[in-house]
């Protein structure tokens, strides 16, 4: 089965800010690599898809990245919306999620 | 208005059976493959289970496997998920969602907003 690790697992950030979110697959998945923001209580949106696709509706602050087992979630400057948690999902064999990363104010 | 809602949660005894639904309205849901998500209090995403647009495949992750069973009724606009043998381990929120495109792999597009399973004694 293949392993999706999200770093870091939690991020303290102000508004502004520049941030990257890392997700490594343990094997290649040819970049079937999806990017979701999810708030307490609420089910998870979609954010890039395709590894740099982004889903329609989704702000262009938002990017992805990377390639083979490496990628990246970029938000160029952080939005009070944007505190949330972020998982990445393999969409190649078996849908797995990576644990998340949960950014927070700093 | 596109849309998904689950509903047949509850508290249930560790062992015993439930059955979840899902209602989808606003688009042709027999044209999507489907599946069930869940996630423990306070804790990540865990996919369960997939269903084919024509129910001819399903995939289910190896911590269900065995107990649980996806099912679609495509002229009710409907998914289940059949959740035999429950352990305390299960309790979650299940999301059923929408694989967002008919005919090429993508991510999950439309979900509802959860049914919440306990198991406890």
């Known amino acids: 089965d293949i392993q999706m690790t999200q770093s870091p697992s939690t991020l303290s950030a102000s508004v502004g800010d520049r941030l990257t979110i890392t997700c490594r697959a343990s094997?290649?998945?040819?970049?079937?690599l999806a990017w979701y923001q999810q708030k307490p209580g609420k089910p998870p949106k979609v954010l890039i898809y395709?590894?740099?696709s982004l889903e329609s509706g989704v702000p262009s602050r938002f990017s992805g990245s990377g390639s083979g087992t490496e990628f990246t979630l970029t938000i160029s400057s952080l939005q009070p919306d944007d505190f949330a948690t972020y998982y990445c999902q393999e969409y190649n064999s078996y849908w797995t999620f990576g644990q998340g990363t949960k950014v927070e104010i700093k | 208005q596109v849309r998904l809602v689950e509903s047949g949660g509850g508290v249930v005894q560790p062992g015993r059976s439930l059955r979840l639904s899902c209602a989808a309205s606003?688009?042709?849901?027999?044209?999507?493959?489907m599946h069930w998500v869940r996630q423990a209090p306070g804790k990540g995403l865990q996919w369960v289970a997939l269903i084919s647009s024509d129910a001819r495949n399903k995939y289910y992750a190896d911590s269900v496997k065995g107990r649980f069973t996806i099912s679609r009724d495509n002229s009710k606009n409907t998914l289940y998920l059949q959740m035999n043998s429950l352990t305390i381990e299960d309790t979650a929120v299940y999301y059923c969602?929408?694989?967002?495109?008919?005919?090429?792999?993508?991510?999950?597009?439309?979900w509802g907003l959860g049914t919440v399973l306990t198991v406890s004694s």
């Open positions: 606003g688009f042709t849901s027999s044209s999507y493959a």
């Open positions: 094997q290649s998945i040819n970049n079937w």
């Open positions: 969602a929408r694989e967002g495109h008919a005919t090429q792999p993508h991510p999950f597009d439309i």
């Open positions: 395709k590894a740099s």
